[in-house]
């Protein structure tokens, strides 16, 4: 496998690891932690901790890939500025997950919120858009200073 496929694979790993990641970190502190909500709440509690299981599934099955997609990228100090593309790629996966995830259940499918029942529910569902909304900014100014020649980390 050549260098840039390898590069590729670095960046493709360490953005489905952090989109897992994150994913996992929201199954993990909202569903089983502070029990805020499940997957899918319009249920009874055995359809809930089915749907949270399904997901709790997937994110398991994203972090698997990245994983496998990082060994198969190699050591990321082998390539130039590879530290700087694993931790962009990593956050901006991450935030990428809080996006599409808070858009698509919080705000269209309205599946879930964040904290359902709370008066302040629309505020837990923007706080946790904006936190993927800043992984996303951060991740990108990481990766482009990989991406520029003054830069190293």
């Known amino acids: 496998m050549g260098l840039t496929t390898k590069k ?22 909202f ?8 997957v899918i709440m319009d249920t009874d509690r055995h359809g809930q901790i089915l749907s949270d299981g399904i997901f709790h599934f ?4 994203t972090l698997v890939v ?3 997609l990082l ?3 190699g ?4 390539h130039s500025k590879g530290i700087r593309l694993l931790l962009g790629g990593f956050l901006f996966g991450g935030g990428i997950f809080n996006v599409v995830e808070g858009i698509t259940n919080h705000h269209l499918l309205k599946i879930h919120r964040v904290k359902p029942g709370d008066p302040n529910a629309l505020v837990y569902d923007l706080m946790f ?3 993927g909304i800043i992984l996303i900014i951060v991740g990108q100014m990481i990766k482009r200073g990989a991406n520029s020649n ?3 980390l």
Not at 31 to 38: A, C, D, E, M, R
Request: glycine share 14%; hydrophobic share 55%.
């Open 8 to 29: 590729r694979m670095l960046m493709i790993g360490s953005f489905v690891l952090g989109f897992g990641f994150v994913g996992a970190m929201d199954g993990v502190i």
């Open 31 to 38: 569903h089983q932690l502070l029990q805020w909500h499940s």
């Open 58 to 61: 997937a994110v398991t099955i």
């Open 66 to 68: 990245g994983g496998f």
């Open 71 to 73: 060994w198969l990228a």
């Open 75 to 78: 050591n990321p100090t082998d």
């Open 129 to 131: 858009l904006a936190v």
């Open 150 to 152: 003054t830069t190293s």
